[in-house]
């Protein structure tokens, strides 16, 4: 369904500037995704630059952002625990730490 997920982004402007990224990236589509990270990364807040480089497998980059967005006053953190863009960082140690330190795992 990646080809839905990239029309939504066409479909709603400020919502697919933050998704289109990695959507692109979960589609296999590396360097279009890499070329919309960068020509959009100003506009990408920290959890989105944290799914991004997730779901491309450079967990140090992913953890990096989570860590700034941990520091960010934001209304996202409930989503952390579920996000399937994380999916490959549960297997990480550094992902069950930050969980327990926002108070989101005991």
Known sequence: MHAEALALCDSAPYWGIMNRP????????????????EQNRSYLNSY?????????GQKDSA????QRF????????????H??????????PRFAELLKAMHLRD
């Open 22 to 37: 990695i959507f692109l990236a979960k589609a296999g589509k590396r360097a279009l995704a890499m070329k919309a990270y």
């Open 63 to 66: 953890f990096y952002w989570l």
């Open 70 to 81: 941990y520091r960010e006053p934001t209304g996202d953190l409930i989503f952390l625990p």
């Open 48 to 56: 989105s630059k944290a799914e991004f480089y997730a779901v491309l």
């Open 83 to 92: 996000d399937p863009f994380l999916d490959n960082l549960r297997d990480d």
